[in-house]
């Protein structure tokens, strides 16, 4: 699986080499980092202790929309009630879900938010699966470093599959359905239903090839009967 870890906004030197060094001990090697220059303090390289090809090959990008430039599928990470989005998939629910992605969507990136307040509402709308971590304490939060190294153990055993040639779809079938849906809710004019819309975009992401071909089918034939 061809997997990048996004860092948006890290403050800290230290947290963005403790995820370098997660990611050299977990298999992963692509490092992006947007809107930041953390990286350049030499507590990073002090704390990615080994993992120093990690920060030398990483790309930095003045957006997150920049740095998703050429992902397929994205999956970000954010806290329960932090944003309007209600739905998550736990690391390990995400296993199952990107070794069926990586058969027909080439690049997956994974996004973690700013240490103090995360991703915002615009930038968690970039993704197409959100994703959370369970955890039992009265404050749910983890440490940036501690995330990615969470992260990057769950999805380790991705990195074992063997690669397969790409099933014969088009990558950009899941984005023109997005598309799809949203000119089929304002044609039958109920796309200021923010709840709905809401939630069917965010459902959208968890859908299989097979089911998200047919659901092409399904509103290619809702089209044609609109338009008669």
Known sequence: MDLSIVLVSPARAENV?????AMKTMGFTDLRIV???????????????????????????????DALHDASFTVATTARGRSKFHYYATPAEL???????????PKVALVFGREDSGLT???LAL???????????????LNLGQAV???CYQLASLMQIPVKPLVEVDENQLTALRARTDRLL????????QKMVDWLQQRLGLLAQRDTAMLHRLLHDIEKKLAE
């Open 95 to 105: 296993v199952p879900l990107l070794a069926e992605k990586s058969q027909w969507l």
């Open 35 to 65: 809107a930041s220059d953390a990286h350049c303090d030499p507590a990073a390289r002090w704390v990615a202790h080994g993992s120093g090809d990690i920060l030398d090959n990483l790309t930095t990008y003045a957006t997150l929309a």
């Open 121 to 123: 509402n615009e930038e």
């Open 186 to 193: 304002a044609s039958l004019n109920v796309a200021d239903d």
């Open 127 to 141: 993704a197409d699966v959100l994703t959370g971590v369970p955890m039992v304490a009265d404050y749910p939060s």
């Open 17 to 21: 080499g403790a995820a370098a060094r």
């Open 149 to 151: 190294m969470v992260y």
